[in-house]
Every structure is written in structure tokens, then in C-alpha cells.
């Protein structure tokens, strides 16, 4: 299959950031041509006069499996969000719900430009996921939560760390590097509150052994770093180093609260630090300090979280809160237009281990792009800003037209083509009613 996009404004995010007019070929799942192709032809042929092409989002903190919660869980700390509400909803989950909350994920991700993510799943059904995420077409880094300890945890949720580690061990086995590469398995802790030192350890080993990413949370409550303090006898990010899990291969979430040697270590390791801004702010988590991180060469990236802590999986609104939230403890030139697409899309591949294959627009690398429409009130006069400022400041989810995944059309003119959206709406909520009866919750 080859899909020709032409008249495009062309954002590339490539080493010299080019921004053009121009076109664009795709065969089968690489980018082949970039320039004026006034002589290829293609099985497709995209007009994209007035709108602007580039790199698809990368998400690398999301879970689809609490998508089905959204609205459920509001005005809550971050502990007891999930001792209240999260612990007792996953839990509940059965294949079918994991499914339905999986692809509904996946119906708003791609819908707005999201064409990556890593993942964290639930403990049980994680099967559910890897098949809601082969039909949708997007990117997926994900496995199963890793949990064997915990206050309030259900026992649902518990596992020994030789069943969680076999478990995820055949989950790998069976899905990484699937359908040409585009899903991939990480090893998922959920966080040192719920984690042995056992259960962290292997992983750190396992990871080790197979070059498994490990994805987790880390220092985003102060009531989660007062806990690990307690029981560990050290701040969160040490005790993670101490396990060997600090590196390359670790994708970190929301970094809230670090001091400055927290920060040393994250930045010196080369682990990747996820920044949540809409959920940090609705938990009422605080603000990470990414100015100083990004300052010291940290690598950080980009994610929505899940739908209870935020309501909503739009890239668009976490670039524009990551630009905003920072200029008044840092100055109104902290966190540029330009950094925060860059976090959004080469960030997220560096999280993902992909920054090679995808992250930017360049010849060679995977088909993986989104077209964003200039034609909205809220992006005029069109000329007033850089395509960066568009980007973070005015443009929204709705704008995008295309989206495109190893070179797989998954939505054209507003519509996905590889998801039932109709059938999806009504098996959600009735997947939904189940869970909450399950969980004695409304």
C-alpha cells in the first residue's frame, strides 16, 4: 500500500526542526519520499492544502484499562482514588470490560493524534488489552501491573512475585515485537507502595536479562513518598537506583516531588521521566519541576494517564497545561512551544526506545503521522504564529483529520477504520454497568 499526501505544510521534528510546504510518500510501513513529488503516484492520493502534517504523538503514560472509569473517580487524592475507587473497579474487570475499556482508549487516542502510547494494564486479563490493541492499529509498549502487597488492596489485585513475573514472562513470549514490531511488552510495577522488594528486584533482573523496559510511578503524592520513606528507609527515586531499575530502560511517571539528588539520579541515568500535567493538577499531586529536569539533560516525555484522573486522553491539552503550568514558578520563557511538540513526539519515542523509527518525519523511518486542519476559528489569523504555538496553544483533538500508523490509514476525514465506534459506545456502557455492580460501586 502507498498513500502520497500532498500540499502539506510539513512539520518534521527532524535534527534541524525543517517546517515546509511540501508532500509526502508512504510505502507500505516507511516514509520513502519527502519534497515536491509532482511525479510519484500512489494507491491513495491525500490532499492536505491548509493543514499541518507531522509526527504522531507519542503518549508514554496511559491506562486503558481504567478508560471505562472515567467521570467515576473525581476530586480525590491520589491514595485514596485509588483505595476508594480504582482498586475495587480493576478488580472487577472481566475480559470483556478490559476489551471494551482497551479499544475505547484507543478510539480517543487515535482520534486525536495519539499514534503511540505505553501502557499499564491491570493484574488479570491482560490478554484483553493486547488484543483490543492488535485490532486498533496503534503503537503499544504495555504489560501487565506487577502488585503483591498494599493497604486496601483486593485480592484480586494480588499476586506472589513468582506468578506475576511467570505471568508477564508468557505475556512476552506471546506478544513482543508483534505485528512487525508495533507491539512491544514492558515489564509494569505499579509502584513501591504495592511492590515488594522482592517483586522489584526480579523485575530489575528480568529486565536486565531480556532488555524488558520497565514502566512505573514514582514520587507523584506526598503521601506515597512519606509511606516509602517508612517502609524503605529512603525517597522513592534512591530506592528504585538501589534496585538497579534506574536506566535507560525505566520509563518513570510523574516525578512530582524530587530533590535535587532525585533529580541527578534521573537525569545522569538516562531514565526516562513521563510529565502528567492534568492529572497531577486534578489529584491535586502538585507540579514537576521540568524546567530544572530538561536543564540538566533529563529525558522527559509526555502522557495523558487514565481517564479517572483526568477525563480526558487529548495531547493537545497536556502540551498546552506542560507550556502553561510552569511559566510562573519559571519565567514565561521556561517551557517554549517548540520543547513542549518535541517532548510530545521525540520525547515519547526516546521513552519508547523507538527514537530511531519514529518521533519525526524523515526518509526512512516508520509511517507514523497525523494531519491537523487549520481551518478552525480558534487557529486564525493563520499566520500569526509559529506552526509550534498553533500547535500547543490553539489547536484541539477535533482538528485532526488523518491518522496513520505503519503506514495503516486508521482514520480518514474524521471517521476510524478500524474500530466499530457505533457497536463500541453501547458495549462500553453495558460493560461498564457490569463492573460497577461487581464492585458495589455507582
Not at 230 to 241: C, I, S
Not at 262 to 275: G, K, P, T, W, Y
Not at 344 to 370: N, P
Amino acid at each position: 500500500m502507498s498513500i502520497l499526501i500532498k500540499n502539506a505544510t510539513i512539520v518534521t521534528m527532524n535534527e534541524n526542526r525543517d517546517v515546509f510546504g511540501g508532500d509526502l510518500l508512504i510505502e507500505n510501513d516507511r516514509i520513502s519520499r519527502i519534497g515536491k513529488l509532482d511525479r510519484y503516484t500512489a494507491d491513495m492520493v491525500i490532499d492536505a492544502s491548509n493543514q499541518l502534517l507531522l509526527p504522531g504523538f507519542v503518549q508514554s503514560h496511559v491506562h486503558l484499562c481504567q478508560v471505562l472509569f472515567r467521570g467515576m473517580a473525581d476530586d480525590l487524592e491520589l491514595l485514596d482514588w485509588l483505595q476508594q475507587r480504582i482498586w475495587p473497579l480493576e478488580a472487577s474487570h472481566d475480559e470483556e470490560s478490559l476489551y471494551y475499556s482497551s479499544i475505547l482508549g484507543c478510539a480517543e487516542l487515535l482520534r486525536g493524534g495519539t499514534t503511540s502510547i505505553i501502557d499499564m494494564a491491570t493484574v488479570k486479563h491482560t490478554e484483553s488489552i493486547f488484543t483490543a490493541v492488535k485490532q486498533a492499529g496503534i503503537r503499544y509498549l504495555g504489560g501487565k501491573c506487577l502488585m503483591d502487597r498494599g493497604e486496601d488492596v483486593p485480592p484480586a489485585l494480588l499476586d506472589t512475585p513468582e506468578k506475576a513475573l511467570q505471568e508477564s514472562l508468557e505475556l512476552y513470549q506471546r506478544w513482543n515485537n508483534y505485528d512487525n514490531g508495533r507491539i512491544r511488552y514492558a515489564l509494569c510495577p505499579r509502584f513501591a507502595v504495592s511492590c515488594s522488594d522482592t517483586l522489584l528486584r526480579e523485575t530489575a533482573l528480568l529486565s536486565r536479562q531480556y532488555k524488558i523496559p520497565v514502566h512505573t510511578h514514582a514520587s507523584e503524592n506526598q503521601g506515597e513518598i512519606e509511606l516509602v520513606e517508612k517502609e524503605r528507609g529512603m525517597r522513592n527515586v534512591v530506592y528504585l537506583d538501589s534496585l538497579g531499575l534506574c536506566n535507560d530502560q525505566l520509563i518513570l511517571a510523574h516525578c512530582i516531588h524530587l530533590n535535587t539528588n532525585e533529580m541527578r539520579i534521573l537525569a545522569e541515568s538516562r531514565s526516562n521521566i513521563v510529565h502528567c500535567p492534568s492529572s497531577n493538577l486534578k489529584l491535586g499531586s502538585g507540579i514537576a519541576p521540568i524546567p530544572p529536569l530538561l536543564n540538566m539533560g533529563a529525558r522527559v516525555s509526555l502522557g495523558a494517564d487514565g481517564a479517572p484522573c483526568n477525563n480526558n486522553l487529548s495531547m493537545f491539552m497536556e502540551m498546552r497545561l506542560a507550556a502553561l503550568i510552569q511559566k510562573p514558578f519559571h519565567g514565561p520563557s521556561s517551557m517554549p512551544a517548540e520543547t513542549v511538540v518535541e517532548i510530545a513526539t521525540l520525547g515519547g519515542a526516546r521513552a519508547m526506545g523507538w527514537e530511531h523509527e519514529i518521533g519525526s518525519l524523515e526518509e526512512g523511518k516508520k509511517a507514523d503521522m497525523v494531519l491537523i486542519s487549520l481551518d478552525g476559528w480558534h487557529t486564525r489569523p493563520q499566520n500569526a504564529a509559529s506552526v509550534y504555538s498553533q500547535l500547543v496553544y490553539q489547536a484541539q483533538a477535533n482538528d485532526v483529520t488523518v491518522t496513520i500508523v505503519d503506514g495503516h490509514l486508521l482514520m480518514k476525514e474524521g471517521r476510524l477504520l478500524s474500530i466499530d465506534e457505533e457497536k463500541l459506545k453501547s458495549a462500553a456502557e453495558t460493560s461498564l454497568q457490569r463492573v460497577c455492580q461487581r464492585a458495589g460501586l455507582r
